[in-house]
């Protein structure tokens, strides 16, 4: 069984820029996560979705980051223009929705703005 | 609201020592926590997840015990080896989010 991919594996931007990161969960997989884990902390939900629905977006800071899941399946999470703030893994992680099922995380995205 | 609480952000133990990284939570509902393991430059991966029927689960050694009556699921393994070097997340789901412990990161040395 494929697990979760994510590309790119590493990205690295000047301030202002912006970049699309890509994540294809597990096939059947209905509920799918993205996660911004700064270096040396723990991750921390930015948007999730069932389906194609966004489900909880209340984390994602709405005026630079946008994720859309539109057929409910693949899923772009992008950062307009870049902070050096934002520098941190984005890790997408999908189950399949039930109640206290597992998540299954891709390897991530390595962001660094300059 | 439900939170998670791991007090130790650094342990650190000799090889063959055994391990004990604390979790604490706090519950709406009836809890359900899991211990994610990420190895570096690695994503979490789930270690175990807490049974409903008071059942112990255990992986690769480690084992966890869901006690209501302290709200604790602490991760244990009665012998630590040098692989188990990582950091340890435990996480409490609620309304079918995780919610994330602050991490212990796990350094097992010779």
């Known amino acids: 069984e494929a697990g979760v991919t994510q590309s790119p594996r590493y990205a690295v931007l000047q301030e202002g820029q912006a970049v699309s990161f890509w994540c294809d969960p597990i096939?059947?997989?209905?509920?799918l996560y993205w996660y911004q884990q700064p270096r040396d902390q723990g991750p921390q939900l930015l948007v999730y979705?069932?389906?194609?629905?966004?489900?909880?977006n209340s984390q994602l800071p709405s005026d630079r980051f946008s994720a859309v899941r539109p057929k409910g399946t693949n899923s772009t999470l992008k950062i307009q223009s870049a902070k050096q703030g934002d520098t941190a893994t984005y890790l997408c992680a999908s189950s399949f929705d039930r109640e206290n099922e597992r998540l299954f995380f891709g390897h991530g995205t390595k962001l660094s703005v300059l | 609201g439900d939170s998670v609480t791991q007090t130790e952000g650094l342990v650190t133990l000799t090889e063959g020592l055994p391990v004990m990284l604390n979790c604490t939570y706090q519950?709406?509902?009836?809890?359900?926590l899991f211990w994610y393991v990420q190895h570096l430059n690695e994503a979490p991966k789930l270690l175990l997840k807490?049974?409903?029927d008071n059942k112990r689960p255990e992986h690769q050694g480690f084992h966890a015990t869901l006690h209501k009556s302290s709200s604790s699921f602490h991760l244990q393994k009665s012998s630590a080896q040098l692989s188990d070097s990582a950091l340890y997340y435990c996480?409490?789901?609620?309304?079918?989010?995780?919610?994330w412990g602050s991490g212990t990161k796990l350094i097992i040395k010779p």
């Open positions: 519950s709406t509902y009836s809890p359900f």
């Open positions: 996480a409490l789901r609620s309304n079918y989010q995780l919610i």
């Open positions: 807490s049974f409903t």
């Open positions: 096939s059947g997989h209905d509920t």
């Open positions: 979705f069932r389906d194609e629905a966004v489900i909880d």
